[in-house]
């Protein structure tokens, strides 16, 4: 069964958030409600997994100081079990105009090896974009 992963309806209102609170146009929240409320207020669409019970925004502290954020190990664990068990690679639906004629993806990988070089490769970015 795989696990529910944080969604966000709107991307566009969601990157804006995060850019007010990393600039400190706007107070970050230090609880799960103040997230969502303040997710809520922004008109993001946050959907927050029931299994989430707490809260904590990391923000680096200066560019000189280089911070890795690693992604839990039970839900790398959940994509890989997902992907290998058949299911296929999904991406932001955002990415949809950014390639090919038909709006999504050109060459999506459907074996198991392709899809775990996939896995690897957003895990990787998504690391080096979160201290970046």
Same mark, same amino acid.
Request: no cysteine.
């Given at each position: 069964m795989?696990?529910?992963?944080?969604?966000i309806a709107d991307m566009v209102k969601w990157g804006n958030l995060v850019k007010s609170w990393a600039t400190g146009a706007k107070q970050k929240p230090t609880t799960?409600?103040?997230?969502?409320d303040q997710c809520a207020? &922004? %008109?993001?669409g946050a959907?927050? !997994?029931a299994y989430v019970t707490d809260f904590e925004l990391i923000q680096t502290p200066s560019i000189s100081k280089l911070v890795l954020r690693l992604p839990p190990k039970e839900l790398v664990e959940d994509s890989e079990s997902t992907l290998k &068990? %058949?299911?296929?690679?999904?991406? !932001?639906?955002?990415?949809?105009g950014l390639?090919?004629?038909?709006?999504?993806?050109t060459n999506m990988p459907t074996d198991e090896a392709g899809k775990m070089k996939l896995h690897a490769q957003r895990i990787g970015d998504y690391t080096m974009s979160n201290c970046f």
């Open positions: 795989a696990l529910d992963r944080l969604e799960l409600q103040q997230f969502k207020a &922004a %008109g993001v959907s927050v !997994p &068990a %058949g299911a296929g690679y999904t991406i !932001p639906g955002f990415y949809s390639f090919g004629a038909q709006g999504g993806p």
